[in-house]
Protein backbone atom coordinates (compact mmCIF):
# COMPACT_ATOMS: atom_id res chain seq x y z
CA UNK A 1 0.00 0.00 0.00
CA UNK A 2 1.42 3.29 -0.64
CA UNK A 3 1.35 7.01 0.99
CA UNK A 4 -1.89 8.53 1.25
CA UNK A 5 -1.88 12.35 0.77
CA UNK A 6 -4.70 14.42 1.37
CA UNK A 7 -5.25 18.48 0.90
CA UNK A 8 -7.34 19.99 4.40
CA UNK A 9 -7.98 24.07 5.11
CA UNK A 10 -7.12 24.38 8.86
CA UNK A 11 -8.26 27.23 10.55
CA UNK A 12 -8.25 28.36 14.38
CA UNK A 13 -11.66 27.54 16.11
CA UNK A 14 -11.43 30.80 18.11
CA UNK A 15 -11.27 32.61 15.47
CA UNK A 16 -14.01 30.73 13.63
CA UNK A 17 -16.02 31.33 16.86
CA UNK A 18 -15.05 34.97 17.24
CA UNK A 19 -16.55 35.59 13.61
CA UNK A 20 -19.84 33.83 14.16
CA UNK A 21 -20.22 36.04 17.30
CA UNK A 22 -19.49 39.14 15.27
CA UNK A 23 -16.12 39.92 16.84
CA UNK A 24 -14.55 39.67 14.33
CA UNK A 25 -14.40 39.73 10.11
CA UNK A 26 -14.70 35.86 8.22
CA UNK A 27 -11.72 37.09 6.40
CA UNK A 28 -10.02 37.53 9.42
CA UNK A 29 -10.20 33.89 10.24
CA UNK A 30 -6.46 32.54 10.65
CA UNK A 31 -6.04 29.32 8.23
CA UNK A 32 -3.89 27.38 5.98
CA UNK A 33 -4.17 25.11 3.34
CA UNK A 34 -2.01 21.81 4.12
CA UNK A 35 -1.17 18.16 2.61
CA UNK A 36 -1.72 15.94 5.26
CA UNK A 37 0.19 11.93 4.49
CA UNK A 38 -2.98 9.80 5.87
CA UNK A 39 -2.39 7.57 9.23
CA UNK A 40 -5.13 5.47 9.97
CA UNK A 41 -4.03 5.00 13.23
CA UNK A 42 -3.73 8.63 14.31
CA UNK A 43 -5.55 10.15 17.02
CA UNK A 44 -4.00 13.29 16.71
CA UNK A 45 -3.33 15.50 14.43
CA UNK A 46 0.47 16.71 13.85
CA UNK A 47 2.04 20.38 13.21
CA UNK A 48 5.01 21.56 12.83
CA UNK A 49 5.56 24.98 14.74
CA UNK A 50 5.54 27.29 11.75
CA UNK A 51 1.84 26.26 10.85
CA UNK A 52 1.10 26.19 14.78
CA UNK A 53 1.95 30.13 14.60
CA UNK A 54 0.27 31.17 10.93
CA UNK A 55 -2.90 29.97 12.99
CA UNK A 56 -1.88 31.64 16.33
CA UNK A 57 -2.63 28.14 18.75
CA UNK A 58 -2.88 28.47 21.96
CA UNK A 59 -0.54 25.77 24.33
CA UNK A 60 -2.85 24.41 26.38
CA UNK A 61 -0.75 21.38 28.12
CA UNK A 62 1.52 18.67 27.35
CA UNK A 63 1.05 15.03 27.21
CA UNK A 64 2.87 11.70 25.97
CA UNK A 65 2.68 10.43 22.34
CA UNK A 66 4.09 7.29 21.16
CA UNK A 67 5.78 7.74 17.54
CA UNK A 68 7.42 5.16 15.41
CA UNK A 69 10.70 6.09 17.60
CA UNK A 70 9.81 6.75 21.09
CA UNK A 71 7.36 8.05 23.59
CA UNK A 72 8.11 11.32 23.47
CA UNK A 73 6.46 14.51 25.89
CA UNK A 74 4.61 16.85 23.16
CA UNK A 75 2.50 20.09 23.70
CA UNK A 76 -1.52 20.06 22.62
CA UNK A 77 -2.52 23.21 21.14
CA UNK A 78 -5.89 24.86 21.03
CA UNK A 79 -7.94 22.83 18.75
CA UNK A 80 -8.20 23.15 14.92
CA UNK A 81 -11.22 22.70 12.27
CA UNK A 82 -10.06 20.36 9.96
CA UNK A 83 -12.05 20.87 6.41
CA UNK A 84 -11.54 17.88 3.90
CA UNK A 85 -14.06 18.52 0.94
CA UNK A 86 -17.41 19.51 2.31
CA UNK A 87 -16.74 17.83 5.56
CA UNK A 88 -15.65 19.66 8.99
CA UNK A 89 -14.39 18.24 11.91
CA UNK A 90 -12.71 20.31 14.80
Request: charged fraction near 30%; include cysteine; aromatic fraction near 4%.
Amino acid sequence: MGKIIQRALLENTIDVGASESGLIQKGKIRKVEVDFLVDTGAAMVCLPMEIISKLGLIADHKRLVRTANDTVERTVYSPVKVNIFDRKSN
